[in-house]
């Protein structure tokens, strides 16, 4: 695979002029497969005066469907059909006309077979979460890059720091040994903005990774690791918008390729349509027409151009780059960020396509709201006509974000009938809305709020227990980097001090998370307490794919089981600062086939009688089998 990317770029470099000095820019995607279950493929094509030539194709086996030319003369869409190949090809587009002629080869391989893409991710995995640029700097040596805007700034927070591809590469036997079997990176394509860039989320070249990071072919090598380790590759996705310095904002192709385009002054001078944020418009039956217009069509932020997916090249733009890095990258994921803001038929269209295409290929989407409805809205499920605005939907999987706020605020708030532990027993409830909760994204933090010990206010006891809750909770687990190690940022929830430095990952820092030298007596007990964690879990199939029951939430105790045929795990929190002694009888529908359980993270091997003492402000997690 690292050679056809390496000849798909060659190939793009070299366009044959016949006559005068014509010049093909972009040619996208910059190669494709010949037996996918779409046999339709749309190029890109863009170049000095073009929209007015004819195409021909070399090969009699792809026929050419339609030609669309660019509101801008500089841009051909054209649309192949390539279901009659059946072997690997190289084919020449000529495009004649007004006396030139353009030859322009076009490469079509093989599909892949099998391999992530027919495993997807399951409450089985894991998922490790890593902002590049923050982790670890493999090779200081492309922290610099000339032709890039931004250069590397460490004293600035939200400057580039040189974390990279390589690094995580380096790292990937540290975050198995942690129990981990999936990395989730932040986006890792070409981000060549200004300043603010280390974040990825202003995508300025959707087929090039990042040289800063290592780009495609360290792409790749991170994905040969990864396999070899078997581990899993979740890649970050933006389809709602770009970044303002991406290549085509110096010449769009259409008078609609943006939303509210006729406002836009370049590179975000001076634009004043931004979202509302109101993601209910979408599904509230009462939402005013302008109100749903400007959440779906505004701009998350000026500097990131709002992509119009109502323009069908534009949408197919967008499914055909998510096919073409699933099948570079083997990947068994995408995130998809901000899932509801593109326009919600697209995101039928988008979803369904890639499942289509790949079956089993794991999808989740950012919704990030407090409402177990608008969350639950966008899971795949049938019988989705519900109204004239709803939508179908192929998206397995969504982030439990109503999880996440209900339990940081639960386990920090005091025990009362109805708050604290109350609120996350309440909380399940609303797993009568998903029509899959075991395929959610559970997270006590991610890359764009506090981190979870900080959310805990750095009490230890507390950070313990929204690890093993999210540790034996049903759903897909998934931990930030550095929350293993109790990373924190009290005063403050800057994103860059957020977003910071793995120790370790820089030769001078103080400290090695990664060997354990220079930490604290209590991180270096959070870190074997995760590993020896997450390991167990990996080893637990009652937790993959075990029941659920609990108990409603009494004198500051929360219990709940995960039971499986002759398997049982049972998790009691203990919020009190004394030692809570609780009767037994009253938990028999789990407990009455049993005469011992087995604490996990201790050992210790307990005689079950009438009652069980739970230490004071502690997690106790039992394993049970007959």
């Known amino acids: 695979m690292f050679s056809r990317i390496i000849i798909s770029f060659l190939l793009l470099v070299y ?29 890109l094509i863009h170049g000095d005066n073009i929209s007015g030539l004819t195409p021909k194709v070399s090969s009699k086996k792809v026929k050419v469907l339609r030609t669309t030319p ?44 099998g391999d992530k893409r027919s495993q997807g991710i399951h409450a089985k995995d894991a998922i490790y979460l890593i902002t590049p640029d923050r982790f670890c700097n493999g090779n200081p040596n ?40 999936s990395i989730w990176l932040n986006p890792v394509l070409e981000n060549d903005m200004a300043s603010q860039s280390y974040h990825g989320y202003a995508t300025t070249d959707y087929y090039a990774v990042d040289k800063r990071f ?47 385009q006729e406002k836009y002054s370049q590179h975000q001078a001076s634009f004043a349509e931004y979202s509302n944020h109101r993601k209910t418009t979408v599904l509230d039956p009462y939402a005013s027409k302008v109100d749903r217009q400007q959440m779906v069509d505004g701009w998350f932020v000026k500097t990131m151009p709002d992509l119009n997916q109502r323009n069908v090249h534009m949408a197919t733009y967008i499914i055909q ?84 706020m209900t339990v940081s605020k639960a386990l920090t708030d005091p025990e009362t009938w109805n708050t604290g532990f109350p609120k996350m027993y309440e909380l399940m409830v609303n797993d009568r809305m998903y029509p899959d909760p075991s395929k959610l994204v559970i997270f006590p933090d991610n890359h764009d709020m506090d981190r979870v010990f900080t959310q805990m206010n750095e009490d230890f006891d507390l950070w313990k227990m929204a690890m093993v809750y999210y540790a034996t909770m049903r759903g897909i687990p998934q931990i930030y980097y550095g929350t293993e190690v109790l990373m924190s940022h009290p005063g403050t929830s800057s994103h860059g001090a957020i977003r910071e430095e793995f120790k370790g990952g820089w030769p001078d820092h103080d400290k090695n998370y990664f060997e354990q ?27 993959h794919t075990g029941k659920l029951i609990h108990f409603a939430p009494q004198e500051g105790v929360y219990v709940f ?15 009190n600062n004394s030692v809570k002694t609780i009767a037994l009888d009253r938990f028999d529908e789990i407990l009455q086939d049993y005469d011992t359980i087995e604490n996990v993270m201790t050992s210790e091997t307990i005689t079950l009688r009438e009652t069980l003492a739970i230490p004071s402000r502690s997690v106790q997690l039992y394993q049970m089998s007959k």
Request: charged content about 25%; some cysteine.
């Open 214 to 260: 290592g780009g495609n072919a360290m792409y790749e090598n991170l994905r040969q690791e990864l396999e070899t380790k078997d581990m899993n590759l979740i890649m970050d996705m933006i389809a709602n918008h770009c970044g303002s310095f991406h290549w085509w904002m110096e010449d769009l192709p259409f008078d609609d390729w943006l939303n509210f």
């Open 70 to 113: 660019g509101d801008s003369d500089n841009y051909l869409f054209l649309g192949l059909d390539i279901s009659a190949l059946d072997e690997q090809s190289t084919i020449t587009i000529t495009l004649k006309g007004r006396g030139r002629k353009i030859k322009i080869p076009y490469t079509l391989y093989p599909k892949r077979s």
């Open 15 to 43: 366009v044959q002029a016949v006559q005068g000095q014509d010049e093909i820019f972009h040619v996208e995607p910059p190669h494709w497969w010949y037996d996918m279950e779409n046999p339709y493929l749309e190029l």
């Open 517 to 543: 030298t220079g930490m604290s007596d209590r991180a270096i007990e959070a870190q074997n307490f995760t590993s020896k964690l997450f390991n167990w879990r990996q080893s637990t199939p009652v937790i």
């Open 321 to 404: 780059n998510s096919i073409w890095w699933v099948e570079t990258m083997n990947l068994a994921g995408i995130r998809q960020d901000t899932y509801s803001y593109p326009d919600e038929h697209f995101l039928s269209d988008w979803s369904c396509s890639l499942q289509e295409e790949y079956p089993n290929l794991f999808i989740v989407g950012e919704e990030w709201t407090d409402n177990p409805l608008i969350a639950a809205y966008w899971q795949a499920k049938e019988n989705r006509q519900v109204n004239q605005y709803l939508a179908e939907s192929c998206l397995p999987s969504v982030m439990d974000f109503p999880m996440q």
């Open 142 to 181: 492309n922290d610099a890059i000339i032709e890039y805007k931004e250069g590397p700034n460490r004293q600035d927070e939200y400057g580039r720091h040189g974390g990279d591809l390589e690094g995580i590469i380096q790292s990937l036997d540290y975050i198995k040994d942690l129990g981990f079997n």
């Open 561 to 575: 089981a995960r039971y499986l045929d002759d398997q049982q795990v049972l998790v009691i929190f203990n919020k």
